[in-house]
């Protein structure tokens, strides 16, 4: 079984509608990000939560709500999707101690496509 | 802010060695990552390399650090179908930091 999932992996949906995004992690980790892919723009930070308690903005976090609803799970909305949000969303885990490397774990990522 | 900077595209042929380039701003940074994403995948850590080293090699990969001038590379020896991807340079500590992907294509 894969260790980081994200569902839906695809999402076809209208301008205004909400949508969540969601992402299960197996691995005990428990730093959790979420990515938005563009072509062209990389990989760039969304929201990212250091423990269930700790959420923190990154660097595009306008138009998105995230929730931290246990060590394994981190879910994030999109509470009136618009059509520069199509991309392709990732969720990421990492378990960072005492000067170890932040090696990421991501997931296989969702495709949201808002018309 | 942090800034990672690599260009878009390379194309090798078959056999060849390929080197892909980085530059990055955040001189604090304890560790610098190469990440491959192949096609439909998320991304998945090729390689890293400790801020105080200059050079890791591992199998077919080489990593050189310029500390002095910022500047990360990675190269292929050998370059394999299989080695088309997309490579992504990163750096950063608790917050991860990534360029925009370089598209490694293979010529026959």
């Known amino acids: 079984d894969a260790d980081v999932t994200q569902t839906p992996r695809n999402r076809i949906t209208k301008t205004g509608k909400r949508i969540m995004l969601e992402c299960s992690q197996t691995?005990?980790?428990?730093?959790m990000y979420w990515y938005r892919q563009d072509p062209g723009l990389g990989l760039r930070l969304i929201y990212y939560?250091?423990?269930?308690?700790?959420?923190n903005k990154g660097e595009i976090s306008d138009g998105y709500s995230v929730s931290r609803q246990a060590q394994a799970k981190f879910s994030l909305s999109l509470e009136s999707a618009i059509p520069n949000q199509t991309a392709l969303y990732f969720c990421?885990?990492?378990?960072?101690?005492?000067?170890?490397?932040?090696?990421?774990?991501f997931g296989p990522g969702t495709r949201l496509t808002v018309l | 802010g942090e800034d990672v900077e690599q260009s878009l595209f390379l194309s090798v042929r078959e056999g060849d060695s390929s080197v892909i380039n980085c530059t990055y701003t955040d001189s604090s940074s304890t560790y610098l990552y190469w990440y491959k994403q192949e096609p439909g995948a998320g991304l998945q850590l090729l390689t890293y390399?400790?801020?105080?080293?200059d050079m890791k090699q591992d199998q077919r990969l080489t990593v050189l650090l310029n500390k002095k001038d910022k500047h990360l590379s990675l190269r292929i020896a050998d370059t394999q179908t299989g080695d088309s991807a997309i490579y992504f340079c990163?750096?950063?500590?608790?917050?991860?930091?990534f360029g925009k992907g370089t598209r490694l294509h293979i010529l026959p």
């Open positions: 990421a885990t990492s378990d960072l101690s005492g000067g170890e490397k932040n090696e990421q774990f």
């Open positions: 390399i400790f801020s105080n080293m």
């Open positions: 939560s250091f423990d269930v308690k700790d959420i």
């Open positions: 691995k005990g980790h428990d730093r």
């Open positions: 990163a750096e950063g500590d608790d917050k991860i930091i």
